[in-house]
């Protein structure tokens, strides 16, 4: 199934597009997702460790399967002031 990502903050640096599509297994969780990710982009990998997927202004539990074709949000730690 296709998914949409965005991704936010340092991710932006660490992945080949800020917005994208990828192919990913039907009922794949969001764990699977994030250990999906850094086989792919091995550069991310430190980041997606602490990384939250939100979908539709929420977080994704761990364990919840990904819906096909909706767009979900790559979300890391931020500090600031």
């Known amino acids: ?11 932006r640096d660490k992945l080949p597009e800020s917005t994208f599509e990828i192919e990913v297994p039907d009922q794949i969780t969001a764990d699977q997702l994030m ?15 602490i990384t939250r997927l939100a979908h539709q202004d929420d977080y994704v539990s ?16 931020v500090s600031g002031g």
């Open 1 to 11: 199934m296709k998914i949409t990502l965005v991704a936010f903050a340092m991710l």
């Open 35 to 49: 250990a999906h990710l850094a086989q792919e982009f091995p550069q991310a990998t430190e980041v997606l460790k």
């Open 62 to 77: 761990k364990t919840s399967s990904l819906k096909p074709n909706a767009e979900y949000c790559l979300i890391p730690p």
